[in-house]
């Protein structure tokens, strides 16, 4: 069992940057490949980004491929989501998430952090 916490939501300015947190419980972490979905008003949940259990091996939407970098800290049960020149359509609620099958099916998903950027 694996809990997710998301932090570092907030209102931001288009063009400027914030990091996302995601804190995980459990002694499983560093099995599991990790990552980032967001879901917009009106709109599906939609992939952001993702990252092996390792830490090397990375995937982006082509959407934030070039602004946005996930990386993780087994030692500290993290994974971070760095988020730079942001943009308006950027704006929704991003959820973390865990599980083998982490691009089609993850098994687990903390509860969102909401994040907005103002044009």
């Known amino acids: 069992q694996v809990q997710l916490v998301e932090s570092g939501g907030g209102l931001v300015q288009a063009g400027g940057s914030l990091r996302l947190s995601c804190a995980a419980s459990?002694?499983?972490?560093?099995?599991?490949?990790m990552g980032w979905f967001r879901q917009a008003p009106g709109k599906e949940r939609e992939f952001v980004a993702r990252?092996?259990?390792?830490?090397?091996?990375?995937y982006y939407a082509d959407s934030v491929k070039g602004r946005f970098t996930i990386s993780r800290d087994n030692a500290k049960n993290t994974v971070y989501l760095q988020m730079n020149s942001l943009k308006p359509e950027d704006s929704a609620v991003y959820y973390c998430?865990?599980?083998?099958?982490?691009?089609?099916?993850?098994?687990?998903w903390g509860q969102g952090t909401q994040v907005t950027v103002s044009s």
């Open positions: 998430a865990a599980g083998p099958n982490i691009a089609v099916a993850p098994d687990y």
């Open positions: 990252i092996g259990t390792l830490g090397i091996t990375t």
């Open positions: 459990g002694r499983a972490f560093s099995r599991y490949p």
